[in-house]
């Protein structure tokens, strides 16, 4: 099944064709149950497909081809895969080794799925090294969860496996819901290990779930509030330059994008306005056009229209709190999930927007004296990033 799209909603012509099935044991295929939900496109807000929902028994399909899979394991690599994707620049362009036949004759199979909403293709390359070579069999999962929905990219990926050679079985592509899907994965007794990226609820929900199914191993990601300290003796420009570059990074979409900066007050003021110049430099767009397609447009939407309400409901606390903002706030453009890099100056430390991960293009910046202070206040927070 394939939906035909005409226009990408800027007026020039899209693909007229995108995949919008499952890929099980080397084949494009139809949900058992036939659901769908809808992919928007972030840019233009406009129904991009609908894409078939996998459930339950679409898990058991996939566990069952992995299963068959797994004896004639070989460990392909990626060499091919990311040949097909984008040539032999790709850091992951070289042939990991087989793993040796003892490995796969005496070691039970490792079925590995990945879950992972908003960049299916860094899910695919960051682990396969490790698993390839220890001859597990991989799944992949689309999630349409809190974060974000890709799985259009994650189908791309295997019809380029499956151009790639590599063997039916191996690499199974489901899109669908967490608590459908995803919780079917979670607690199947024949899954081995699963990977997740998403919210800490949700990662909470997969960990429960492979305790009290077969004790399965467990790998999260569960975001980040990730620092930048800035001392009294940097360059001050080039300080400027990798906070903005960092929180711009997917459009802040990272679990390893600064959001956090804490800055030496010696230096503050010369700082922050070189911030704040920077991130109109590379982070704005084009008034008249913010196509994603455009080589004029340097900043991508949020991903989905939850995410985007999301952090436009932390810059209402951030008014209401009384909170410096020293950048813009603000929704940009007239559609799409667009919001310009925001810097906000001086939250509190208990704060909301300073605890929690915002995920998007907003920066929050401090002031400190003491290096034991500032120590204290990098250290005091939930996430391990």
């Given at each position: 099944m394939t939906a035909n799209v005409i226009s990408n909603g800027h007026g020039e012509s899209g693909p007229r064709e995108?995949?919008?099935?499952?890929?099980?044991?080397n084949g494009l295929v139809?949900?058992?149950?036939?659901?769908?939900?809808?992919?928007i496109n972030p840019a233009t807000e406009v129904i991009t497909a609908h894409v078939q929902e996998a459930t339950d028994t679409d898990v058991e399909l996939a566990v069952a081809a992995a299963e068959a899979a797994f004896p004639a394991c070989r460990g392909i690599g990626l060499c091919a895969l990311s040949a097909l994707y984008g040539g032999q620049g790709s850091r992951h362009s070289r042939r990991i080794p087989s793993p040796d036949r003892q490995l796969c004759e005496h070691h039970p199979p490792t079925f590995v799925w990945c879950l992972r909403g908003h960049n299916?293709?860094?899910?695919?390359?960051?682990?396969?090294?490790?698993?390839?070579?220890?001859?597990?069999?991989?799944?992949?999962?689309?999630?349409?969860?809190?974060?974000?929905?890709?799985?259009?990219t994650s189908l791309l990926i295997a019809k380029l496996a499956d151009e790639a050679g590599f063997l039916a079985g191996v690499i199974n592509i489901l899109n669908g819901h967490g608590a459908?899907?995803?919780?079917?994965?979670?607690?199947?007794?024949?899954?081995?290990?699963?990977?997740?990226?998403?919210?800490?609820?949700?990662?909470?929900?997969?960990?429960?779930?492979?305790?009290?199914?077969?004790?399965?191993?467990v790998t999260l990601e569960l975001g980040g509030k990730s620092l930048l300290i800035i001392f009294?003796?940097?360059?001050?420009?080039?300080?400027?330059?990798?906070?903005?570059?960092?929180?711009?990074?997917?459009?802040?979409?990272?679990?390893?994008a600064s959001s956090r900066g804490y800055v030496h007050d010696s230096i503050a003021e010369a700082f922050s306005k070189?911030?704040?110049?920077?991130?109109?430099?590379?982070?704005?767009?084009?008034?008249?056009?913010?196509?994603?397609?455009?080589?004029?447009?340097r900043r991508g939407p949020q991903a989905t229209r939850g995410q985007f309400t999301s952090t436009l409901g932390y810059f209402d606390e951030?008014?209401?709190?009384?909170?410096?903002?020293?950048?813009?706030?603000?929704?940009?453009?007239?559609?799409?999930?667009?919001?310009?890099?925001?810097?906000i100056f001086k939250a509190d430390e208990e704060s909301r927007v300073m605890k929690e991960e915002v995920f998007g293009p907003v920066i929050c910046l401090s002031v400190f004296g003491d290096e034991k202070e500032v120590l204290k206040c990098a250290n005091d927070g939930a996430y391990g990033l």
């Open positions: 995108i995949e919008t099935r499952l890929f099980i044991n139809k949900a058992q149950k036939e659901g769908t939900f809808e992919v299916p293709m860094e899910c695919a390359s960051h682990d396969d090294d490790l698993q390839d070579a220890a001859g597990s069999d991989r799944r992949q999962h689309s999630s349409r969860g809190v974060v974000a929905k890709a799985p259009l459908v899907c995803g919780a079917a994965l979670s607690a199947h007794p024949r899954m081995r290990k699963i990977s997740f990226t998403g919210s800490v609820r949700a990662g909470k929900a997969v960990l429960e779930a492979a305790a009290k199914s077969n004790l399965k191993k009294d003796d940097p360059d001050v420009a080039s300080a400027a330059q990798a906070a903005a570059k960092s929180i711009l990074l997917n459009s802040g979409q990272a679990c390893i070189q911030l704040v110049q920077v991130l109109k430099h590379l982070g704005s767009n084009p008034e008249e056009d913010n196509n994603p397609l455009s080589l004029s447009t951030v008014k209401q709190a009384g909170y410096k903002i020293i950048s813009a706030r603000k929704q940009e453009g007239r559609k799409g999930f667009f919001i310009e890099p925001t810097v």
